[in-house]
């Protein structure tokens, strides 16, 4: 008999009864709600969808010009619509509520040896500047539905951009300034936007990175573009026909437009890897309602509370971290390296700027624990209280590495979602348990499940992660997709009807999820199905491993040829000790049918540029693809990381 798992954090009394969730649930008792658990919740928003959402409105007291008619109209996915009749601004319940003083935003950069710089942004400067930008997009000629386009670092001007352009009914789309101009117009030029916002340059790891070059050529490759505004970020001054950000003046407004729910509010780009990124598009009544739920029930975030993740504007975490303004909480924007000055750069902004919610990733927290980091003993974190992560899988010994180094009071919030929904399908909670390697429980409103290739549920066993009924957040459609064929051969063409996610998960008799990995990279060997992320699981804790990549290759032969790729510490060969050591954490963790048949060193693994691990272009490398035929180099971190694959692909033909 397999013993139960024992959680790694509970919740107390305490924590449970002062939660928002909980008076969430309370307000449900004159809808028809009789739970008593996390679990009746998200039973009870399942299967009562429209009281569900109907509920988080009147619960969060969204504000409308004009009444919605009704929740949701369509006849299914992906054909439905929410909130339809509604006009709502998504600016304006941001910065709602908050007086004068309160400080909405820090601003956060790389500063000299003795930590960061930030610097306090009220609510009544940030209302005057994004109402600044927004009188500048007016005097441009910007109408609602044009098309504002940013290549920004991650700070406060990218957040005023955002606000400015939806404060006029302007779409939103962003690329970090990481990202080179043929990657970032590969995604923006689709847009044909009028107006473009860039940055002089940031500062990472200790270097200032002069982006006006690079922001000259973007615009010379957006011929729709009228007008570049920039922001002088690292002191080096405009480049030619730039026009200088613009500043408050006293007729100035924050007087943000009521949109129609359905309105674009912004556009999130697919990594691109297997063809031209997909933009996606998010309404603004979805938006809304969707980060209300998750900032203030799931993330329980509040007034008060300090919210930082560091992220990328190319990722949709970063528009996750500016709706968090929505509960009233503060953020932090930081556009620095997370290890400058030291390998503890994250957790000296944490202490500094009291953060509530420390937001990373997988490879940062297992990069924090192999420095011999102890942020807990080092740093004063007494306020935080949740570690979230995303992004990647997060191995059951980050969580311990949690416990036992940063606290074992702070909540680990790993979760599941994805930039098509701007949102998590399951994650964690305030008054739920944590167990280490799962997600506690899936997310209310979602209908997530696991099915096999036949559309049964399964439970305790490996299915596709598939949601069954609509959300908010879902896309409202793809861009230049008038016909919707895309967007349908994209998530509804495995199971009609149902939204399928190309993710492996287990759904466990606790309706915990364990995530696998994509289910398009799955490992089926002599028919044993296994997802990818189980064997870096299991082999990321061995401290010479610093990062790795595995795939399944189906051979002409009929035969399946498995290698695992490993980039190592510097100075540590690859030998038969280490070899040894790989088989026996995967044999003993994973699964002895899926230790590798070879195991391969690389000076480095290839991900997208938002840190995702280039799998399938990968296997089909090794299957006699051409690299520029799976994937743009351009979304590749490097750029000519999949080059050497072809050589082992020969090796493997031969």
Known sequence: MVAEPIPIWTPDAEGVADARVTAFAEALRGRGYTGSTYLDLWRWSIAHLDEFWAAVWEFFDVRAETPYTAVRRGSGMPYVQWFPG??????????????????????????????????????????????????????????PGDRVAGFLPNIPEAVIALLGAASVGAVWSVCGQEYSPSAAATRLAQLEPVVLVTADG?????????????????????????????AERVGAGPFDGARPWPHPVATDRFAPAALPSEHPLWVVWSSGTTGRPKGIVHSTAGIVLEHLKTMGLALDIGPGDTFFWHTSPSWMVWNYLVSVLLSGARIVTYDGSPTHPGPDALWRIAAQYRVTLLGTSPGHLLASARA???????????????????????????????????????????????????????????????????????????????????????????????????????????????????????????????????????????????????SDATLNRNGIRMGSADIYRAIEPLADIVDSLVVGVEQADGGYWMPLFVSLADGRALDDELR???????????????????????????????????????????????????????????????????????????
């Open 86 to 143: 509604a006009r709502l601004s998504y600016p304006e319940h941001l910065l709602r509520g908050r007086s004068d003083d309160d400080v909405a935003l820090v601003d956060v950069r790389e500063g000299a040896d003795d930590g960061p710089i930030g610097r306090d942004i009220t609510a009544a400067e940030l209302r005057a500047r994004v109402a600044a930008f927004a009188r500048e997009l007016t005097g441009l000629g910007v109408r």
């Open 202 to 230: 940031y500062r990472y790891g200790g270097r200032t990175h002069d982006r006006r070059a690079a922001a000259a050529r973007l615009r010379a490759a957006l011929p729709t573009v009228r007008a570049t505004v920039m």
């Open 372 to 518: 011999g980091l102890d942020p807990g003993k080092a740093h004063d974190l007494g306020a935080l209280r949740s570690v979230g992560s995303s992004g990647s899988v997060l191995p059951p010994e980050a969580y311990h590495w949690v416990a036992e180094h940063v606290g074992p009071e702070v909540r680990v919030n790993s979760t599941t979602g994805g930039t098509d929904v701007v949102t998590s399908f399951a994650g964690g909670g305030p008054t739920v348990p944590v167990w280490p390697g799962e997600l506690s429980a899936p997310a209310l409103g979602v209908a997530i499940d696991a099915w096999d290739a036949d559309g049964r549920p399964v439970r305790d066993r490996v299915g596709e992660l598939v949601v069954t009924e609509p959300m908010p957040s879902m896309p409202s459609r793809f861009w230049d997709d008038p016909g919707g064929e895309r967007y349908r051969q994209a998530y509804f063409a495995t199971y009609p009807g149902v939204w399928r996610h190309g993710d492996w998960i287990t759904i466990t008799d606790r309706t915990s999820v364990i995530v696998h990995g994509r």
């Open 580 to 654: 040894a050591a790989i088989a026996a954490a995967i044999r003993r963790d994973a699964s002895p049918t899926h230790v590798p048949d070879e195991v391969i060193h690389v000076p480095t693994i290839p991900r997208t540029l938002t840190g995702k691990r280039l799998e399938i272009p990968v296997k089909r490398i090794l299957r006699g693809a051409r690299p520029a035929d799976v994937a743009d180099p351009r979304t590749i971190d490097p750029p000519d990381g999949l080059a050497l694959f072809v050589g082992f692909a020969k090796e493997a033909a031969s």
